[in-house]
């Protein structure tokens, strides 16, 4: 398994502002994968974050929207740009660890609350 | 891709019933397939999972059967208790594809006493 740290776990920001969120693994793992949870809804895929080179977004996500940095195999960034009020959600890192076979950890979520 | 249909959406039980969650995938190559507990203000919990090798995994008072030739997986708590209310999603993968996974709307099951 893999303990993961995400800061901050919620903010409130204003319409236009950009939030950077942090994960931090306490190992180093083979996947890393960033989601959105809409209130009261499932998870989806944002994109995949990719050591040292840029991430794979998936259908509907853009990198100008949502940039992706994976510096190393401990650590990644999601930041959320120019806000807006639809960008409110739990944003979620979870990681893949030893051989990946699917299996993923999830962090306890960045709650971000745009007005 | 992989799209996951996921039943039903709410499922209220009395404490000591049984209750049933199902899902079903529409990628036939997909061949794994774990379910995610989420409890309020947490991140979601991996509590059982199930590959295409085998049709039923246990693990004390939870289950999932697999059915490959209908494409669908079903979760099975017996004995439930008010800590086992929370939100719980299915998800399906090829994990050949190194991908992440794809997951269920979720069902939210509460536990009355």
């Known amino acids: 398994s893999a303990v993961i740290s995400q800061k901050p776990s919620r903010d409130i920001c204003q319409r236009g502002t950009s939030l950077t969120i942090q994960c931090q693994v306490d190992?180093?793992?083979?996947?890393m994968f960033w989601y959105r949870q809409q209130p009261g809804q499932s998870l989806t895929l944002i994109a995949t974050a990719n050591q040292g080179s840029e991430a794979t977004y998936e259908s509907g996500f853009v990198i100008d929207k949502f940039p992706i940095s994976r510096p190393n195999l401990t650590f990644s960034t999601l930041t959320v740009s120019n806000m807006s009020p639809e960008d409110s959600s739990i944003y979620l890192c979870s990681v893949g660890v030893g051989q990946y076979t699917g299996e993923l950890f999830f962090g306890e979520g960045s709650r971000l609350t745009v007005l | 891709g992989e799209n996951v249909e996921q039943h039903p959406s709410t499922l209220s039980v009395q404490e000591g019933d049984s209750a049933v969650i199902k899902c079903t995938y529409s990628d036939s190559a997909s061949n794994y397939f774990p379910w995610y507990k989420q409890e309020l203000g947490k991140g979601p919990q991996l509590i059982i999972d199930?590959?295409?090798?085998?049709g039923e995994k246990k693990d004390q008072r939870i289950a999932v059967t697999l059915n490959k030739t209908a494409k669908h997986f079903s979760l099975h708590i017996t004995e439930t208790q008010p800590e086992d209310s929370a939100v719980y999603f299915c998800?399906?993968?090829?994990?050949?594809?190194?991908?992440?996974?794809?997951f269920g709307k979720g069902t939210t099951l509460s536990v009355s006493s």
């Open positions: 998800a399906a993968l090829l994990q050949e594809a190194g991908t992440a996974l794809i």
């Open positions: 199930i590959r295409s090798n085998v």
């Open positions: 190992s180093q793992v083979t996947m």
